[in-house]
């Protein structure tokens, strides 16, 4: 069974106004993406979301929008979940557990702030020492990835201005306006080696997704977004207890993703790597097999990733310009999908097919890739 | 019988850097458990020489303070834990470096360059 995305929406995105809750964030994006399939609140039987606001997203969401699902699933694994969330859905879909599932993710974190948007979860064994996570963690990353293979900052550097150009091509981004990589080098530090605008946004927002099977999709309003393939790759929660600091499991999350859509990096027509720092996307780049370990800081260099680069990534301006609601991942997703539709306005990709979307989450501790295609696409991968 | 926690904070409190042994897979094991990862097996005591090496590191700015170092330190016996380096600035400690620990007065766990 093939799962498709028939609806996508975002709602709540930059600052919102007082008194607005995650709920309400998800239930506009949710009408809008039933608006956008033909489909409504009374075909909704599986119900995914998470936030970090919510202890019981589901069941807080179910109630708002006056349903009672038959399945539910609030897998929370950070930034990435929602790309978990579409190959769950896949599986429950394919056994019959629900037949049309809503994706939702919304966050006040920018209005209430980020420790109140947040669980208090102090390790132990790191507490004592004042790390600021996650952005501490990162740095740490980024630190060896440096020593290891001599990247620069002058090439994390170019992951945040790449963000800004394309960024700068969609209305809708929070961050916009001209930047530079000595900008970014002479923003106020943050944590060794990376700066203010070496970290991505903080900002509010949501988003929703309907799902179905790619049978009953080909009957609805909006040409049908295929998932062609998805893996998941967990290692560990903090920093301390990452293995390799420079490998992340993106490799496993990847290889699962590829080998299911049977396709290779070189058939992917534009990409959403989870920027949440700017060594993020330098690591994925490696990991996912865009090229090899170590040599993501040279291959990022010379605007590679900014529009009209060799490699169409992150073009709604990532976490890094667009909007940085505490978990992305719902967002890149759109982005994949308004891709695939052709409905990216200036910042489209000329016949994008496929779309790999990886999300990330925690300090480099949840991977999970999934690769979405158009209708043709999909046609080659099953029958092909 | 007292915590792995309370165990291990003990161990700082009079100047021992504890970490857990894990005979299966004759590994060193850090933060304490009560079983090993992966094997599942039984865990026993031992005490570090407080050596090792900076794994990595990093200077965390707040506004309004000094920076603090952040560090990953791979101890000699094979176990990895976070702590910070005392005494040195942004542009002094390295990957790499060698570092000792010591003990604050609530016990816990600091490193110093070692100079040796």
Redesign the interface.
Do not use: F, K, N, Q
């Given at each position: 069974m093939a799962l498709a995305i028939v609806g996508a929406a975002e709602a709540g995105l930059g600052a919102v106004e007082v008194g607005t809750t995650p709920l309400d964030i998800m239930a506009e994006a949710t009408a809008a993406a039933l608006e956008e399939s033909g489909l409504s609140l009374s075909d909704v039987d599986g119900l995914f979301a998470t936030t970090s606001q919510l202890a019981m997203p589901t069941l807080s969401l179910g109630e708002y929008l006056g349903i009672s699902p038959r399945f539910a699933d609030s897998s929370q694994v950070g930034g990435s979940s929602f790309m978990a969330h579409l190959l769950h859905a896949q599986a429950a879909i394919a056994v019959g557990l629900c037949d049309v599932a809503v994706i939702a993710y919304g966050s006040t974190q920018r209005l209430v702030g980020f420790a109140k948007a947040s669980i208090l979860e102090e390790d132990?064994?790191?507490a004592?020492?004042?790390?600021?996570p996650p952005a501490?963690g990162y740095?740490?990353?980024t630190?060896?990835h440096m020593?290891e293979f001599g990247t620069t900052r002058e090439q994390l550097a170019e992951v945040a201005v790449a963000a800004r150009k394309w960024a700068n091509l969609h209305p809708q981004a929070f961050k916009q306006g001209p930047l530079t990589i000595e900008d970014v080098l002479t923003s106020?530090?943050?944590?060794?080696?990376l700066t203010v605008r070496d970290c991505c946004l903080v900002t509010d927002g949501g988003g929703a997704l309907v799902v179905t099977s790619l049978e009953r999709a080909r009957t609805l309003r909006k040409a049908p977004v295929v998932l062609l393939g998805a893996g998941e790759g967990y290692a560990h929660r903090n920093?301390?207890?990452m293995e390799d600091?420079v490998t992340t499991p993106a490799v496993q999350s990847g290889r699962r993703a590829f080998e299911q859509a049977r396709l290779a990096p070189t058939d992917v027509d534009v990409l959403g790597l989870y920027d949440a720092f700017t060594i993020n996307p330098i690591l994925f780049l490696e990991d996912l097999g865009f090229c090899a370990k170590g040599e993501g800081g040279p291959f990022v260099a010379d605007g590679c990733l900014a529009p009209g680069g060799n490699l169409a990534v992150n073009t709604n301006g990532g976490g890094l310009s667009y909007n940085h609601p505490g978990m992305y991942g719902l967002q890149m997703i759109v982005e994949a999908v308004r891709q695939l539709r052709g409905e990216a306005g200036a910042r489209q990709v000329a016949n994008a097919q496929v779309a790999l979307v990886h999300g990330n989450g925690g300090v480099l501790s949840s991977q999970c890739t999934a690769i979405l295609g158009t209708l043709d696409a999909a046609t080659e991968t099953f029958n092909g | 019988m007292p915590s792995v926690a309370q165990e291990y904070r003990d161990g700082c409190r009079t100047g021992q850097l504890l970490y857990q042994w894990d005979e299966v897979s004759q590994k060193a094991v850090f933060y304490p458990r009560v079983i090993a990862p992966a094997t599942g097996g039984a865990l026993t005591w031992r005490i570090s020489t407080g050596v090792g090496t900076v794994y990595s590191t990093t200077f965390v700015h707040r506004r309004g303070e000094d920076p603090r170092n952040l560090s990953l330190i791979d101890l000699d016996e094979g176990f990895r834990m976070m702590s910070r380096v005392e005494g040195v600035g942004p542009n002094d400690l390295a990957i790499g470096d060698r570092v000792r620990v010591h003990f604050a007065d609530d016990g816990t766990p600091l490193f110093t360059k070692d100079t040796v």
């Open positions: 132990p064994y790191e004592p020492y004042g790390p600021i501490s740095a740490l990353a630190a060896r020593h106020p530090m943050v944590a060794d080696p920093i301390s207890s600091l | -």
